[in-house]
């Protein structure tokens, strides 16, 4: 067990980043002459960004504000599960934006066995909501990075705690 190298997968997101995020888009939608009267209101909480606006068209351009700067801060668009438009008092519009992170049991079992087909030598733990990889030598971790990053999950994947 000395001699093995090792590294976890992921999925998480920088909170500050995200909330950097918002407060640009709140200063861009405070500027910007199109969404300036639409009295929009964006909240952060634990695991859901909540926007309301007047119309379904100024929320289609909030939408597309924030994801440009999570987008420039490298947060990946596949945090966000958008919920359904829905109407709100005075005729307003809401969405409900969730948060995804962690590595639900499913997708680490999913990953595990991924890895496993393609790489027999090397092995996978799953620990909570992240996947430990452990191989002999550092190619082979390197070669499992690089399948996984071909793949297209629902999730983004972070690859931490490399020890070679």
Known sequence: MAGDCS????SQFDEQELVNAIDQTRRDVQTRYDLKDTNTDIALAKES???????????KSVRDILESKAVRRKLSLKIFKPGKEESAAGSRVRQVIQL???ITQEQAKEISKIIRDAYPKVRTQI??????????NRDDLQAVIALLKQKDYPIPLDFINYRG
Request: proline share 0%; charged share 20%.
């Open 100 to 102: 995804q992170q962690g």
């Open 7 to 10: 590294f976890d997968i992921v």
């Open 49 to 59: 960004i909540t926007i309301v606006t007047d119309s379904e068209l100024s929320l």
């Open 127 to 136: 620990q909570g909501d992240a996947v430990r990889v452990m191989a002999k």
